[in-house]
């Protein structure tokens, strides 16, 4: 499974979809997103490539693209890769 997961500096969404990640232990590849120094892509770039993504984080897995953090995290549950936190 290649998940992509492309992220911006000081989204708490993207914090949290990192934290999913973890706890499902699988390996992902974070793209930077943003015009900062250290950005793997402007986010010209971006929307040049994904023109109707309306906000972030944006995960595609093997090119397909899931969505957001609560679309990723819906994707996870149903693939048994997570389960619900216990209260």
Do not use: W
């Amino acid at each position: 499974m290649e998940i992509t997961a492309y992220t911006t500096k000081g989204c708490k969404y993207c914090s949290t979809l990192e934290q999913l990640f973890d706890r499902a232990k699988t390996p992902y590849k974070k793209v930077l997103v943003g015009d900062d120094r250290g950005c793997d892509l402007t986010m010209f770039e971006f929307t040049g490539h994904h023109p109707n993504v309306k906000g972030f984080p944006y995960v595609t897995i093997d090119g397909k693209v899931i969505g957001s953090l609560v679309e990723t995290a819906k994707y996870f549950m149903d693939e048994g890769l997570v389960s619900a936190p216990k209260r």
